[in-house]
């Protein structure tokens, strides 16, 4: 007997089961996307902003590869649940997203990252993508390529109202002010947005964090007057993440930029859980286990000898490494040298013949697998190697003990952002409710082979 820790999938079609059982045979762990939470996230996110008509525009930002999730579905998904922008930081993911057929005529798209000298400034305003500025020789870059395409830029003044990265400071922005009027004058650009990015707005339970974005705000809005009375008033304004879209309505302005919440998570902990917002995690992260033994008390587990086991045992290999993205930092120890520590690993659901239940992490991940202590006798609890387990999904409630990449983010003392972003190309992705969620027209834009 074989059991599975993973949900009932439900396929949409034959096709589905054997792709499913095709990504399971040729792969040791798979990558579950429900396209439907993400749809469903997003029309959420449009909601807290007022609805569709409310003058508040909802950005999905899909930058990294959709926080894992994959580009193009997950962009799909975010336009069915009412998106009407998209963002990315890399050119050739805004340019991917054209390439796929997702036309200006759909959404609008912005892209924030280039350096130096090779920006491809001019394919960009030729697939009508909006581009930020936030330097001198970025808006000069523009221009030129603007004039090289014969056609204007648009672009997004980028503002640095405290978070100390990209834009444009308060001392700096008078000559910025002087360049953007001129290259407007020129018809090389047109100034579209103005906008910038808040550093603590996770935080509301910290005062002084509360003030600093309070601060932010003001200094933003202060940006603003200065281009209205420069004559160069920004059309859409935006300035909030996720956690502010949750938890700062004043601060909407004409558009939001949530990029994890539409995967389904609050940007911290400290803000609750995701179902206090009527987000839903979109992604499951399942393996098979490998091989299943008995080893007795007192045996060393993996790289290091920092995991002993303390009782007879039996240990189940999980085909996952940090070449795949687990943190090693989600190792678990109980040994340091000859002293006893308790360092909690990253927790897996395991299914046993008394019911879920969750182990952790034993010993260093190694680069292709880790190990778990399953503290009893495999074969008293019924696992066996090939057993499907959960290292994280939505969380469905206590009782199923399923964990989140909140769990996991705890566990390599990091945030679920990277629990996500750093799981690599080895572990297939897979959709869920993709026929559900998307217009067929749409749907033909996946690959077929990824289709649940
Ligand atoms: C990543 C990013 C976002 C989205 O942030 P979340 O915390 O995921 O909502 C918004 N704006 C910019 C500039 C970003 O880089």
Redesign the pocket.
Known sequence: MSLNAAPQWVFSSEQGQANYKAACRRYPAQCIVDLKALRDNMARLVEICGGPDSGTAV?G?V??DA?GHGLIPAALAALAGGATWL?T?QAHEALALRAAGIGPDRCRILT?MYSGLEVPFDELIAADVDVSVGSLAGIARVSEAARRVGRPARVHVKCDTGFGR?GFTPAAFDEAIKALREEQSLGLIQIIGQ?S?LAV??APNVPEFVKSTDTQIAVFDEFTDRMRAAGIAPQIR?L????A?LSRPKIHYELT???????GYE?DPAMGTPQRYHLKPAMTLQAQLGTVKDVEAGHGISYGRTYLTPQNTSTAIVPLGYADGIHRSASGFDMEGAKHVEKLGGPVRIMTKQGPKLERVSGRVCMDQFILDLHGSAAAMGVEEGDTVVLFGPGRGEAVCEPTADDWARAAETIS?EIFTCLRNRIPRLYLNAAEVLPPEDLALLDPASIL
């Open positions: 950005m930002v930058k990294a926080y963002g930081a924030w990209n906008w990015h707005a996770d935006h909030a993440n996720t956690a879209t930029r949530p990029g994890i919440g539409l995967y940007p952002y």
